[in-house]
């Protein structure tokens, strides 16, 4: 991100933002490698080894420091009702429904084909 920049992230990812950002400065050692391999703009696809919970905000803040924002695949379950299916639908996750089968490949690429979107308001 350039400097002077301000992010289009929405209140979703301001929130996340500001809850999780002081706890990772806390924890975690910023040991980001191949961050070159990241294009500035258009689809891609991270795959990491997800190991703990807290691995999707350790790659979620490495993508949001290179200026882009991420969109996770999480399961049905997380995007049921309370503040947290609220949250993930607001910050543009993408649903992937394992119920039937389904390993997600159809869905990310569904979201890759729609290209950039916005992430709407949470609220």
Known sequence: MSPGTRPDWGVAWWVAFLVCK???ILVRRRDWRGLDQIP???GVVLAAN????????????MVL???R??????????FGEGIV???FRAAGHVEVDRSHGGDG???ALTALRGGARDCPEFG
């Not at 997800?50 to 803040?61: F, G, M, Q, T, Y």
């Not at 924002?69 to 997380?78: G, I, R």
């Open 69 to 78: 924002t991420p969109a996770f695949l999480a399961k049905s379950s997380l």
């Open 105 to 107: 490949f159809g869905a």
């Open 85 to 87: 299916g609220r949250w």
């Open 40 to 42: 500035p703009s258009g």
């Open 50 to 61: 997800h190991v703990s919970h807290v691995d999707p905000l350790l790659i979620a803040e």
């Open 22 to 24: 002081p706890v990772l």
């Open 65 to 67: 420091a290179q200026g």
